[in-house]
């Protein structure tokens, strides 16, 4: 199981969408995918569920704030009762061994985020914070590595655009992280910050480690997949100068590569927001130059992680 997370500090860039759609097509080659929404915008939950199927079949029993809402993640509630399999999606999948189950979220998500960073400074001792500190940012890994996840190629986390302690849980339990990102000044300013971030939160994990050795908890080294540009401008097949600059400006100068494959701003594929309960990407046309560029992505995403599933 490869577990990645999907993020940016800049909300709109596509996270979502890449989320959704990447997943969509892994699971369509055969791969089984587990998408996790630990945004509270939930954007990602309502792209396969109705807000009133959300509200009758997962708000109050099935949603990640459950998970998160214990003095530890996890201490009530296994992750694995919180998966389901949404139908529509899964039909579009097609016949295959994929499939693309998902963890859905919550708005009031948000709000235990903050409850979590206040529980975090409760602790009286050094000793007793640290390991409130590993033990709070390890629970999702920790979680993941039941038996039942075995079951998953591929698991994609959706992250708000933050750097919270739900987002931390996401990057100690993800082996790499994807950033999607608009080819404009303040998508690709963010993105020093973020590897800054990443950096010191691991170095401090690790530290803590370190100094407990309690068997408990291992070094965590999230690696930078790299930056996929989304809704890039293109004009007779060419990339418009002032975004080509941008790429150009993170590839040469970033220490997050970028990948080959882009994504097109196409307001027709994806202007209607998750009301079929199917990503775009699944409802598109053989000869569909988003679908190219996609499949690309998917390539490039599965091969780097060395998961089969090529077309
Ligand atoms: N390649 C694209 N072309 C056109 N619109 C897009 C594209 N990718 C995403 N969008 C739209 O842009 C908006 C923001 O995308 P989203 O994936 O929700 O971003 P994020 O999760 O980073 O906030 C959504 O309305 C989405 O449908
Ligand atoms: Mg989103």
Redesign the pocket.
Known sequence: MRVVAVM?Y?????????TANLGALAARRGQRVLLLDL?P?T?LTFSFFSIDGWHDQLKDKRTIRQWYDAEIPGQNTPLSELVVTPDRVNRAVGNNSGQLDLISSHLGLIDIDLELAARLGGATTLDGSKKKFLDLHDSLRQALTDPYFDRYDLVLI?CA?NFGLVTKTAIVASEFILV?AKADYLSTLGLEYLVGHCTELMEQFNDFVNHKRDGHHQPVRTDFLGVVF??VQIYSQQVTLAQHHYIEEVRLNSVVPVLANK?????R???D?GETGVPAMLRAGGRDD?LREFDGLTDEVLGALALSGSR
Request: charged share 20%; proline share 11%; glycine share 14%.
């Open positions: 940016n800049k909300g709109g860039v596509g996270k979502t969408t890449v945004d915008q954007n959706d655009p999607p989304t809704m994504i097109r701003n196409s307001p594929h994806f202007g927001a988003v």
